[in-house]
């Protein structure tokens, strides 16, 4: 599994270009990617900038010698790089196992390019088929939102700061992760604009037609899922 997420990440440092903004994601897979890249850019002298998509990634960053930046220096970036949860054959994506998917969002959304680097036990069929699906909810709405995702057939589950008596994991936003179980789902464009609807809810780890292109890694090798269109 390790090899396969460092092939991926290696093959996404790849893409990186002098004097460009990268977005960067969140994750083991991305900590990896995180070290390469500070790596290469001591080798070569890479002029590049970051605009992180959590405190973990920020700080992991900022300890290796990156560079950062803000959405309010640079609302537009060349490049992001982010892991995933799930990943289907059209590209659409579950995120949010790192409670980032919010900042993950906006970041990757950002980008001209939005690149996904994950292993391949992350590569469905159908979303849905081994992940919930997280949603980051406005703490004092959770229990009334794990209400309502029940009409759509999902079960909620408040997301925990790792041990149950720690309470919930609270997010770099100040709220809570409902994860939620759909099953596989048909429809998850749908989805996610019903889920979005729900007041409380912040947003939705689902990623519809946002990638580019995912790199796969596996003891074997790295393939790479491009976007058609
Ligand atoms: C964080 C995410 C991560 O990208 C996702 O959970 C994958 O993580 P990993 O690379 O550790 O498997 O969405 O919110």
Redesign the pocket.
């Known amino acids: 599994m390790i090899e396969g ?1 460092r092939s991926a990440a290696q093959a996404a440092l790849g893409e990186v270009r002098d004097g460009q903004i990268l977005g960067i ?7 990896i990617f995180i070290e390469m890249l500070a790596e290469r850019v001591k080798k070569d002298g890479l002029r590049v900038m970051c605009v992180p ?2 405190y973990q990634s920020a700080h992991l960053a900022i300890e290796r010698g990156l560079k950062l930046t803000t959405l309010e220096e640079y609302s537009t970036l060349d490049l992001a790089v ?4 799930e990943v289907d054959r059209n590209l659409n994506l579950i ?7 919010t900042r ?1 969002k906006i970041v990757d959304s950002a980008a001209k390019r939005f690149v996904v ?3 391949e036990s ?1 590569l469905v069929e159908r979303l849905g088929s081994r992940s919930p699906v ?1 949603i980051e909810v406005i703490p004092m709405s959770w229990k009334r939102v794990a209400n309502m995702v029940k009409v759509l057939g999902g079960e909620a589950r408040l997301r925990d700061g790792g041990d149950r008596k720690d309470g919930p994991l609270v997010t770099d936003n100040g709220n809570f992760i409902l994860d939620v179980k759909f099953g596989e789902i048909d429809d998850p464009r749908a989805l996610e604009f019903e889920l979005k609807r729900i007041p409380g809810v912040v947003e939705v ?1 689902l990623f519809v037609n946002m990638a580019n292109a995912a790199y796969i890694g596996s003891e074997r090798g790295v393939k790479l899922i491009e976007r058609k269109s």
């Open positions: 997420k994601g969140t994750g083991s897979t991305v900590a998509t959590s982010d892991g995933a949860d995120k949010g196992g790192g409670a980032a998917l993950e680097i994950a292993d992350k997280p780890g």
